[in-house]
């Protein structure tokens, strides 16, 4: 990792080079015989600054002639190996800390239902996004996850907070899809309240809309 004096040090002499850039360019504008080169040929040495800035740090983002670049910082988390139930050996096995335990309480209290999303660009004006949150049943192993035939469900209601007027929105119940769509500018926190037909308690659920899985481009657009 840089140190922070190296840093320091990196970062004025891009800063440097920069105002040398822009006094070049000033000079091109204003005397033109002084300086006789192309002004895209100044731009062009730009580029070599602008990198060092994006990987020392200080850029996160940079996007050159439409080309998004994204500083990497998620290739530093470290890695971990998934390990297949059955592949595991008794012997390799250990016992769970006490706390994971929540993990499973969490499955029995929500009947292994979840929130889950997805998203597009939206056309609407003011908006940046269209967004489809609805239910999903978890299942183990390889059987697939339950998006349908919710029989058991009476109601689920859903809120997006004070962007929405506080108002409770509630989904059609069918054997089709149970969730709700709308269109959001920003990032939110989404709640819902699943209600069943066999007398069992409603439970709460809550997923954080966010619009990491977008296209580099749509991300940068997002965040500025």
């Not at 040090?9 to 440097?16: G, K, Q, R, Y």
């Not at 889950?116 to 609805?134: C, E, L, M, N, T």
């Not at 308690?201 to 997002?222: C, K, T, V, W």
Request: net charge positive; proline share 6%.
């Amino acid at each position: 990792m840089t140190s922070p004096t190296r840093k320091s040090v990196w970062l004025s002499a891009c800063v440097a080079s920069l105002i040398l850039l822009a006094a070049a360019l000033t000079l091109q504008a204003v005397h033109p015989s002084i300086l006789r080169v192309p002004v895209q040929w100044l731009g062009v040495a730009a580029i070599p600054i602008l990198m060092a800035l994006f990987v020392g740090g200080y850029i996160k983002n940079v996007n050159l002639w439409g080309i998004q670049v994204e500083r990497p910082d998620l290739k530093q988390l470290e890695y971990v190996k998934p390990v297949g139930t059955r592949a595991l050996k008794t012997s390799e096995s250990v016992p769970a800390p006490p706390w994971t335990g929540v993990r499973e309480a969490e499955y029995q209290r929500t009947r292994h239902l979840t929130l889950v999303h997805v998203y597009a660009p939206s056309a609407r004006v003011g908006q940046k996004f269209d967004v489809s949150i609805y239910l999903m049943r978890h299942h183990r192993g390889i059987t697939e996850n339950q998006t349908t035939g919710f029989t058991e469900v009476q109601s689920a209601e859903f809120f997006f907070g004070p962007s929405w007027g506080n108002s409770v929105f509630t989904a059609k119940i069918g054997e089709g899809v149970i969730g709700i769509t709308t269109s959001a500018w920003g990032t939110f926190l989404a709640t819902c309240r699943v209600s069943f037909n066999d007398g069992g308690e409603p439970i709460i659920l809550q997923r954080y809309i966010d619009y990491e899985m977008a296209p580099r481009n749509q991300r940068a657009s997002e965040a500025g």
